[in-house]
């Protein structure tokens, strides 16, 4: 069985100040999300539960 990932990249808003980091969200099996920072090659976190974050 092949496995495959889906990348969402976030956007940030204008009003959001300069230094909020950029992510991505990497789903690698249904229900599963890994996060990633821009420019961070010594981490990474793992999800089995995520909700969406509304302001």
């Given at each position: 069985?092949a496995?495959?990932?889906q990348s969402?990249p976030t956007t940030?808003p204008?009003?959001?100040?300069?230094d909020t980091?950029e992510?991505s969200?990497?789903?690698?099996?249904p229900?599963t999300?890994?996060?990633?920072?821009?420019?961070n090659?010594?981490?990474?976190?793992?999800?089995?539960?995520?909700?969406?974050?509304?302001?």
């Amino acid at each position: 069985m092949a496995a495959g990932t889906q990348s969402y990249p976030t956007t940030v808003p204008e009003e959001e100040p300069a230094d909020t980091p950029e992510l991505s969200v990497c789903e690698t099996s249904p229900g599963t999300s890994v996060f990633l920072e821009a420019g961070n090659t010594d981490g990474w976190i793992a999800s089995d539960v995520t909700v969406e974050v509304t302001r």
